[in-house]
């Protein structure tokens, strides 16, 4: 077993691309290279709340002196002496190019091997980088925890993501107008360990596309092809092809998981999406609970909700479209990027229509019209039912009869019982629809319940659970955090110690900041 500490380096970004030859930290427009080199800032009282022992124990490595990893994940001391950067990327934000951004509160501390596989180290709210603009570089802990959790909890779920392996409490204060509405206060300090293959996004590449810097653009697209789609072989036309190819079957693949377990990520501006179709940037997200394709928990974006719901699928097309855009300097043809774009929509339309169709335990997709499924989401949006319990609850019993299916709809609805009782008839036609269909595909009803419990989750990590998290964790008390983080570890599970956690949000929840409505900053 390998120490945490003692990973072997593997320092292909900083060796293979060019490095900002400016020294001095203080924000800039950087030009002409991938990144900068920057020290995080060291914080008053570093304390370790929470270890990702499980990913710990997936890289079969261990902890031989846990003082010194404080050292290292809360950036006082530097990971086997390797120095520490920031990456230069620019980026859509809410459909408007925004120029350079970058790395504004994160430095990758490390790049390793684990297992033999490329890994990166990332601190986030570890302090400022040339690319923070006005902000200060750190995070707070609300919006640390939130990181912290639903990185593991996605992990779980079999959702495509960045992991996170540390949790670390800073000991200073940070300034923070949580809604942006007028009313900074101070707020506790804390750092995330996050780790991925990569953390390149669409945005590293547009960066210098926008810029004209071709040579580099063909720098990284190479790297990135040679450490992460090797199977692609070498550069040229063809393989950008389908490299291009590739990243938008992982953004698709992605969206999919979203869709399925009810994740909206809230920002999902060119610069938060993966070039390895991983979720990346755990900031204003929130959970389904009362199905709501318009729904967005984002305050700002709460105005024409763009990254709501029901537009995720459309709004990862629209960045792949920018990341055409970006690779076409090195392609220097429209028509075999538009042709890859255009097979998206039907790519995705069967994708999801699959796993819906699991979902509710039809393993003939072929045989289920689409409009079967749409009557489905628009009885759930009418009848205001919580996703995750619904489609849990339709998986421990099918087919015991309308009066059975009906306390489902009653168990699982916000509404009251006359608004719900509107709906009874559409959902009886559809509930025998449904049962026929069951019925035709003669599925053994053991073997249908179970599968139909590893596509559906009996617990996520909704926003009033991270919530009661932080209210605890900023009273000193972590022992949420670390409860919800042993739960998540085995969403599909029954759990019954863990009962109490599968619930609908409670009353208290529906407009309470932190629940309904988050901030870029959360």
């Given at each position: 077993?390998?120490?945490?500490?003692?990973?072997?380096?593997?320092?292909?970004?900083?060796?293979?691309l060019p490095a900002d030859s400016n020294l001095v930290n203080y924000p800039r427009q950087v030009e002409g290279v991938c990144y900068s080199w920057v020290d995080p800032k060291t914080p008053s009282?570093?304390?370790?709340?929470?270890?990702?022992?499980?990913?710990?124990?997936e890289w079969k490595a261990g902890i031989s002196d846990s003082e010194e990893l404080l050292k290292v994940m809360s950036g006082t001391k530097r990971y086997q002496g390797f120095q520490p950067y920031a990456m230069c990327y620019g980026g859509h934000q809410f459909g408007h190019w925004a120029g350079q951004l970058g790395d504004g509160?994160?430095?990758?501390?490390?790049?390793?091997?684990?297992?033999?596989?490329?890994?990166?180290?990332?601190?986030?709210?570890?302090?400022?980088t040339p690319y923070s603009r006005t902000a200060d570089g750190f995070a707070v802990l609300r919006s640390s925890i939130r990181e912290y959790l639903c990185s593991e909890a996605m992990h779980h779920l079999g959702v495509p993501t960045t992991r996170a392996l540390s949790l670390v409490k800073t000991g200073d204060l940070v300034m923070r107008d949580m809604l942006y509405n007028g009313n900074p206060?101070?707020?506790?300090?804390?750092?995330?360990?996050?780790?991925?293959?990569?953390f390149i996004r669409f945005g590293n590449f547009q960066i210098f596309a926008a810029r004209g810097e071709k040579e580099i653009l063909k720098q990284l697209v190479d790297h990135t092809i040679a450490h992460h789609y090797a199977h692609l072989g070498s550069p040229s036309k063809e393989t950008y092809l389908a490299f291009?190819?590739?990243?938008?079957?992982?953004?698709?693949?992605?969206?999919?998981?979203?869709?399925?377990?009810?994740?909206?990520?809230?920002?999902?501006?060119?610069?938060?999406?993966?070039?390895?179709?991983?979720?990346?940037?755990?900031?204003?997200?929130?959970?389904?609970?009362?199905?709501?394709?318009?729904?967005?928990?984002?305050?700002?974006?709460a105005?024409?909700?763009?990254?709501?719901?029901?537009?995720?699928?459309?709004?990862?097309?629209?960045?792949?479209?920018?990341?055409?855009?970006?690779?076409?300097?090195?392609?220097?043809?429209?028509?075999?990027?538009?042709?890859?774009?255009?097979?998206?929509?039907?790519?995705?339309?069967?994708?999801y229509h699959a796993m819906m169709?699991?979902?509710?335990?039809?393993?003939?997709?072929?045989?289920?019209?689409?409009?079967?499924?749409n009557q489905l989401t628009e009885l759930m949006t009418d009848t205001e039912l919580d996703m995750t319990i619904f489609f849990r609850e339709l998986s421990t019993q099918i087919d015991l009869g309308f009066d059975a299916?009906?306390?489902?709809?009653?168990?699982?609805?916000?509404?009251?019982?006359?608004?719900?009782?509107?709906?009874?008839?559409?959902?009886?036609?559809?509930?025998?629809?449904?049962?026929?269909?069951?019925?035709?595909?003669?599925?053994?009803?053991?073997?249908?319940?179970?599968?139909m419990q590893t596509i559906n989750p009996k617990y996520v990590l909704r926003n009033y659970m991270a919530q009661l998290a932080i209210d605890a964790a900023n009273k000193g008390d972590y022992t949420v955090v670390d409860e919800l983080y042993q739960l998540l570890l085995k969403p599909y599970d029954e759990q019954p110690s863990y009962e109490k956690w599968y619930a609908k949000r409670p009353e208290w929840a529906r407009t309470k900041v932190g629940c309904s409505m988050l901030s870029c900053s959360s």
């Open positions: 077993m390998q120490d945490l500490l003692k990973l072997d380096i593997h320092a292909i970004f900083t060796e293979e009282q570093p304390q370790m709340l929470h270890l990702s022992q499980t990913l710990v124990d509160r994160a430095i990758n501390i490390a790049d390793v091997l684990v297992q033999g596989q490329p890994m990166q180290l990332q601190l986030k709210g570890a302090g400022p206060a101070e707020e506790q300090g804390a750092i995330v360990c996050r780790v991925a293959p990569s291009f190819q590739e990243v938008l079957d992982k953004t698709k693949n992605m969206i999919v998981h979203w869709q399925r377990v009810g994740f909206v990520h809230g920002v999902m501006n060119t610069d938060n999406l993966s070039i390895l179709g991983l979720t990346i940037d755990y900031g204003p997200y929130g959970w389904l609970e009362d199905y709501n394709p318009g729904w967005t928990p984002n305050t700002t974006d105005q024409h909700s763009r990254y709501r719901f029901g537009n995720q699928p459309n709004i990862a097309v629209w960045n792949l479209v920018q990341l055409a855009n970006a690779l076409y300097p090195l392609i220097e043809e429209v028509e075999p990027l538009q042709a890859i774009l255009d097979g998206y929509k039907d790519a995705y339309m069967r994708d169709t699991a979902k509710l335990g039809l393993y003939h997709a072929d045989q289920v019209e689409e409009n079967f499924i299916f009906w306390k489902i709809v009653e168990k699982t609805s916000y509404m009251d019982g006359a608004a719900m009782n509107q709906n009874k008839v559409k959902w009886q036609t559809w509930y025998l629809d449904y049962v026929a269909r069951i019925t035709k595909e003669d599925f053994d009803s053991i073997a249908r319940q179970q599968k």
